[in-house]
């Protein structure tokens, strides 16, 4: 089972890139990432078999289901397959970076069977409403 643990600073580069962590991409053990909207301010990032996963959890409700459709529509449309290249960087998908409002400066969240990618801004002030609630 895949693992993503942690808390890590990063940011864009010129072309919207961004460099995974080495911890982040060893858990991922492949090439292809799933990005998708989170469901705060922020980007969802899978492996291939967790999004697999979670898709299917997600189909298996009747699309005749009004709340099936919603759910189904807010997570496929806005995923996008991308690539690790060979020096661990993704490029962040536009619509998803205007979505999660991502400046230059970003935060990478493991979230046990993802990982999440977080303007640092947006991040620091939901954390700070986490540690409120604790």
Not at 5 to 31: F, I
Not at 54 to 61: G, H, M, Y
Not at 68 to 92: N, T
Not at 114 to 120: L, S, T, V
């Amino acid at each position: 089972m895949k693992l993503f643990l942690g808390e890590y600073d990063h940011s864009l580069d010129d072309r919207g890139r961004v460099t995974l962590p080495r911890k982040v991409r060893s858990e991922l053990g492949e090439r292809d990432v799933i990005l998708a909207r989170g469901f705060e301010a922020c980007i969802f990032g899978f492996d291939k078999g967790s999004w697999e996963k979670e898709a299917a959890k997600q189909l298996e409700a009747p699309v005749t289901q009004e709340e099936a459709r919603r759910i189904r529509r807010y997570m496929f449309a806005g995923a996008e397959k991308v690539e690790v290249d060979k020096l661990g960087r993704i490029l962040l998908p536009a619509l998803l970076k205007e979505y999660a409002n991502v400046g230059k400066e970003v935060v990478i969240v493991g979230a046990g069977d993802h990982f999440e990618i977080w303007d640092r801004a947006i991040w620091k002030k939901y954390a700070t409403r986490l540690k409120d609630h604790e």
